[in-house]
């Protein structure tokens, strides 16, 4: 019994809005032994919407278009990643581009749902849930993408001043180093120390546990699903990226293009650092 109240503590009771489930079931009522009703619809109703996140996530727009629109797996090519970067690379920017919004767009549904229904703290978790199923789907046999886009997505719609501010220094690193992985590893990291910092700077207060431990978590996942993109920074070997192909790669592309071979095969050996 102590444990539901604790856990219904730790996911309502924290400085933001708690959402409409919490006035529903428990506005006005302390959490204790003799109060369970309220505690037990809306943990249950946390958790479901923690599914409903996952499996959410777990809609890989890669491997989605790759199979309706070129009856093709993405899989196959690049880096063999099922994300928005491999997409680009392989089927071009616009392809690339509608990959990324969907992978966004995935994210934000899922935390504004949970942010009106149950709450930041509860909103967090769904977030981090979404991205699981990103990079774990269980649709796929869990092999899906790294989760920068849909970590993106998360952190807009939980914390958009944070975001904005993460979104900067991926934007700094990955022009400036001409590493897209490394952005992503860098911003990643910066997340949690960036939420501390606005929640001082608005809410004269630190993030609540719930908060900093899901900011924590989706920060590991996505430096543990870099680590190859890790070992070839290390070594030198990671490629690099430009918004304009140099003239000579340009060139290149003319020629490879008219041999008779599918438009979206990559050369044995090519590999683009895909982070999404």
Same mark, same amino acid.
């Given at each position: 019994m102590k444990v539901l109240e604790f856990l219904a503590r730790l996911v309502f009771c924290n400085r933001t809005q708690e959402g409409l489930i919490f006035s529903w079931f428990g506005a006005d009522k302390e959490f204790s032994l003799d109060q369970l009703y309220p505690v037990l619809p809306m943990l249950l109703c946390v958790l479901a919407w923690m599914i409903a996140s996952y499996l959410i996530g777990s809609i890989n727009f890669?491997?989605?278009?790759?199979?309706?629109?070129?009856?093709?797996?993405?899989?196959? /090519? @690049? !880096?063999?990643?099922?994300?928005? $970067?491999?997409?680009?690379? #392989? /089927? @071009? !920017?616009?392809?690339?581009?509608? $990959?990324?919004?969907?992978? #966004?767009?995935?994210?934000?549904?899922?935390?504004?749902?949970?942010?009106?229904?149950?709450?930041?703290?509860?909103?967090?978790?769904?977030?981090?849930?979404?991205?699981?199923?990103?990079?774990?789907p269980v649709y796929y046999r869990f092999k899906g993408g790294k989760g920068v886009a849909t970590a993106g997505g998360v952190i807009l719609a939980l914390e958009p001043l944070s975001g904005l501010l993460t979104l900067v220094i991926f934007a700094i690193v990955t022009f400036g180093m001409h590493y897209v992985s490394l952005g992503s590893i860098m911003a990643g990291l910066f997340y949690p120390v960036l939420l501390n910092s606005v929640s001082k700077m608005l809410f004269h207060t630190v993030p609540t546990a719930l908060m900093s431990i899901s900011a924590v978590a989706m920060a590991t996942l996505l430096v543990a699903r870099h680590h190859a993109n890790i070992k070839r920074l290390w070594t030198g070997t990671e490629n690099k990226f430009y918004l304009k192909?140099?003239?000579?790669?340009?060139?290149?592309?003319?020629?490879?293009?008219?041999?008779?071979?599918?438009?979206?095969?990559?050369?044995?050996?090519?590999?683009?650092?895909?982070?999404?």
């Open positions: 890669s491997i989605l278009i790759s199979k309706l629109a070129f009856n093709d797996d993405i899989h196959k /090519y @690049g !880096s063999q990643n099922a994300g928005s $970067t491999n997409m680009n690379r #392989v /089927y @071009g !920017s616009k392809i690339g581009a509608l $990959t990324l919004v969907g992978d #966004v767009g995935k994210a934000v549904v899922s935390v504004l749902i949970a942010r009106v229904l149950l709450g930041d703290n509860a909103a967090a978790l769904c977030g981090f849930c979404c991205m699981l199923g990103h990079c774990f192909k140099k003239k000579k790669d340009e060139e290149e592309v003319e020629k490879t293009a008219t041999e008779p071979r599918s438009l979206h095969r990559i050369d044995e050996g090519e590999e683009e650092e895909d982070d999404n």
